[in-house]
C-alpha cells in the first residue's frame, strides 16, 4: 500500500528520535483503522526515503512497532500490520470510517499542539497561548438586562429562519458602525457570519481553486493558513519587514498572478506589527493595479492603547477589491459567535450562496441581543474599559519580561492588540521550552504555527489579555524557571533536520 497519503504534510523534528516519532505515527494509523490487519508495510528503504531519513532510522522504527506488538517482521518477506490490537473487533461488522475519509491536509504543527497540550499539566496553568478576551469581563451582565427588558418586543416571526444575510437591524448597524471608521457601504455588501473564522473559510473557498496562489505576510494567523492548505492553495509569504514589503508583493503579482492577498494589517496576530498609512495607500494603489483581491483581517483595530488605529485598507479601497472581516469575539464574547464581511456586492451574494450549505444563517438571538448591545452605547463603554484594562496587563507583561528575561528574550512593544512576539536569545528551540514550561504551569504557542514553511524554531507568541496582571507577573516567572531549567539541561541545538516533503 502507498502510505504516503496518511502522512500528508508531516514534519519530524528535534523534540524526540526520529525512529519514535515514525512509530507513533504508524501506530496511531493502526490503532485508528488507517492500516488494516494484514496490511503489508513498505521496505525499510522506502519508509527511510518517504520520511528522509536513514535506513538504519527505517530499521529501528519497525523493530519498536515488532517488540510493542504492533507489526509482525517476516523475514525474506516484510512487515505486516499485526493482528493483535484487532481481534476484539474481528467479528463486527462496521464501516471502516478511517479508510472511507479522504485524507485530511493536516500542518504538523496542528497535531503538535494538540499533544502538548494535553500533557500532565498543573491544575493552576496559566494560559498564554489562546487570544481571547477576560472572561471575567464579558458584559453577560449587560446582555441579562436586554434581554429581560427588550425580550417582549421580540418579533415572534424572528425565532424562525431569516435570510441568509443575517438579522436585518444588525446589518444596518454595522453598516452605520463601520462608516464611522470611514467604510462607506451599503448594508447589501454586508453579511453577519457565524464568526469571522467563517468568513475566512467560506470566502476563500468561493475564490481559492487548488493549485491557486495565495499571498500572505508571515508570520500570520494559523487559521487562515490551515483554510488555505485545506482548499489546496499554493503559499506565498511575504517576510516581515519595517516597511510593507511591496517590492516582494509586485515580483509575485508578475510571476504568479495570485488571486488572494490575505492579512492582518492592524495589530497583526501574532506579531502585533501595523501597516502603516502610506504603505496602505500604495499596497491599494499596487493591488489595482494587479486587480489582486485582498482579504482584509481585522479583529484587533478596536483595541489601540495610544493612538486610534490607521484607516483600514477597505476605507482606502476605491477599486472594489477589499474584502472586509471583522468579529465580536475578541470585543465582546467569543460565545457569541458574530462576525461580519462587508465586500463587492458579487462576492457577498456567492458567499450567501456557500454559506446557506453550511448553517442557513448565524444565530438569531445572538445577532439581537448584539444589536441591541451596539444601538444602546454600551459597545463604545465597553470597549474604552477594555483598552485601559489590556494597556495595564501589556505594561505588566513587558516589564516583568525586561526585569526577569531581558537578556534572554527580546520582544516588540506592541501598540495595540492582544500579543507579544518573542524571540529566544539562547540556545533553545520553542518547542522545547513549551515542554518544560508546561511542566512548571504556564503555556504559550510555539512561533512555527504561524508560518506556512518551517523555519527557525527560536519564537513565541505571548497573549496577556486574559489574565489579570498578577496571574501574568506569575507566568512570566515560571517561564523564567523553564527557561532556566532548560539551560541547566545544557540543551544542544540539533544539525538542521531533513524535513519530510509528503
Not at 59 to 82: C, P
Not at 89 to 95: H, L, V
Not at 252 to 269: G, H, S
Not at 425 to 454: C, D, H, M, W
Request: with cysteine.
Amino acid at each position: 500500500m502507498d502510505i504516503s497519503k496518511l502522512f500528508i504534510n508531516t514534519r519530524l523534528d528535534s523534540s524526540s528520535p526520529y525512529y519514535l516519532q515514525i512509530a507513533s505515527l504508524i501506530k496511531d494509523k493502526i490503532i485508528d483503522g488507517s492500516l488494516a490487519e494484514g496490511e503489508k508495510l513498505p521496505p525499510e528503504r522506502e519508509l527511510a526515503v518517504l520520511f528522509r531519513v536513514s535506513r538504519t532510522t527505517a530499521i529501528n522504527t519497525y523493530r519498536y512497532l515488532e517488540n510493542k506488538g504492533y507489526v509482525i517482521i517476516k523475514r525474506g518477506s516484510g512487515t505486516y500490520v499485526s493482528n493483535s490490537y484487532n481481534r476484539e473487533n474481528k467479528g463486527k461488522k462496521e464501516i471502516p470510517w478511517p479508510q472511507l475519509l479522504k485524507p485530511y491536509n493536516q500542518p504538523s504543527m496542528a497535531s503538535l499542539m494538540s499533544e502538548l497540550m494535553v500533557s500532565s499539566v498543573p491544575e493552576d496553568k496559566i494560559s498564554l497561548d489562546a487570544g481571547m478576551p477576560d472572561p471575567d469581563y464579558y458584559p453577560v451582565d449587560i446582555f441579562l438586562k436586554l434581554y429581560r427588558d427588550c425580550f417582549a418586543e421580540l418579533n415572534p416571526q424572528d425565532f424562525g429562519h431569516i435570510p441568509v444575510q443575517g438579522y436585518e437591524p444588525l446589518r444596518h448597524t454595522v453598516v452605520r458602525m463601520l462608516g464611522e471608521a470611514g467604510i462607506r457601504c451599503q448594508p447589501e455588501e454586508a453579511i453577519i457570519l457565524s464568526g469571522s473564522q467563517q468568513g475566512l473559510y467560506l470566502s476563500a473557498r468561493v475564490l481559492i481553486e487548488p493549485g491557486d496562489y495565495v499571498v500572505i505576510q508571515s508570520p500570520t494567523y494559523v487559521g487562515a493558513i490551515q483554510a488555505f492548505q485545506a482548499l489546496g492553495a499554493r503559499i506565498l509569504s511575504l517576510p516581515k519587514r519595517e516597511s510593507f514589503p511591496l517590492e516582494i508583493l509586485e515580483d509575485y503579482l508578475a510571476r504568479y498572478r495570485p488571486k488572494l492577498l490575505y492579512c492582518v494589517p492592524t495589530f497583526q496576530n501574532p506579531n502585533g506589527a501595523v501597516i502603516g498609512i502610506q504603505d496602505r495607500e500604495n499596497l491599494i494603489r499596487l493591488a489595482a493595479r494587479y486587480r489582486l483581491v485582498i482579504l482584509e483581517d481585522d479583529p484587533y483595530s478596536r483595541y489601540y492603547y495610544k493612538e486610534p488605529s490607521p484607516l483600514s485598507l477597505k476605507a482606502l479601497d476605491n477599486y472594489g477589491g477589499v474584502i472586509y472581516l471583522s468579529t465580536f469575539s475578541k470585543i465582546l464574547m467569543p460565545g457569541l459567535r458574530l462576525g461580519y464581511m462587508v465586500a463587492h456586492p458579487s462576492l457577498i451574494n456567492r458567499v450567501v450562496l456557500e454559506k446557506q450549505y453550511v448553517d442557513l444563517h448565524s444565530n438569531n438571538i445572538s445577532q439581537w441581543l448584539v444589536d441591541l448591545f451596539i444601538k444602546n452605547g454600551y459597545l463604545v463603554k465597553h470597549l474604552e474599559k477594555m483598552r485601559s484594562i489590556y494597556k495595564k496587563r501589556r505594561d505588566a507583561m513587558v516589564e516583568a519580561i525586561n526585569s526577569s528575561l531581558g537578556d534572554k528574550l527580546s520582544f516588540n512593544n506592541p501598540e495595540g492588540g492582544f500579543y507579544l512576539w518573542c524571540r529566544i536569545n539562547e540556545g533553545i528551540p520553542s518547542k522545547r521550552l513549551l515542554q518544560e514550561a508546561l511542566k512548571t504551569g504556564v503555556s504559550f504557542v510555539p512561533g512555527e504555527a504561524f508560518y506556512a514553511n518551517p523555519g527557525e524554531d527560536k519564537e513565541l507568541r505571548l497573549c496577556f489579555s486574559r489574565h489579570s496582571e498578577e496571574v501574568l507577573l506569575d507566568g512570566i516567572s515560571r517561564l523564567e524557571r523553564a527557561l532556566m531549567k532548560c539551560k541547566k539541561g545544557q540543551y544542544v541545538i540539533p544539525q538542521k533536520d531533513i524535513r519530510p516533503i509528503i
